[in-house]
Nanobody, 121 residues
Framework: QLELSESGGGLVQAGGSLRLSCAAL????????MAWFRQAPGKEREFVAA???????TYADSVKGRFTISRDNAKNTVELQMNSLKPEDTAVYFC???????????????WGQGTQVTVSS
């Protein structure tokens, strides 16, 4: 069981940077695949990035080269460094976690409440 809480969202101009953080409360954080999703106004939720316990990472094509996901298993945190932000990055960003079992079934079991990222200009 995990409880996830995102922070670090805000308003930034196009080309700027933000760093999102997700804190996990619960057991066996290192056993989960951690990921970031986002949902823009009027659009469906989309995958952004994911990291295994060993910090193998994967990214959506739309953010490759601009966003970096990282995790610290000792601190039970996962972060998303977002650079070269574009207006189309505007969305609510969600932290999510999946056991390897649920991941193989295509499901993320735990979700945070989300943090708003707004990119202007």
């Amino acid at each position: 069981q995990l409880e996830l809480s995102e922070s670090g969202g805000g308003l930034v101009q196009a080309g700027g940077s933000l760093r999102l953080s997700c804190a996990a409360l619960g057991n066996s954080f290192s056993s989960y695949i951690m990921a970031w999703f986002r949902q823009a106004p009027g659009k469906e939720r989309e995958f952004v990035a994911a990291a295994t316990s060993g910090s193998s990472t994967t990214y959506a094509d739309s953010v490759k080269g601009r966003f970096t996901i990282s995790r610290d298993n000792a601190k039970n945190t996962v972060e998303l460094q977002m650079n070269s932000l574009k207006p189309e990055d505007t969305a609510v960003y969600f932290c999510a976690a999946a056991t390897y079992h649920s991941y193989r079934l295509g499901r993320y079991e735990y979700w945070g409440q989300g943090t708003q990222v707004t990119v202007s200009s």
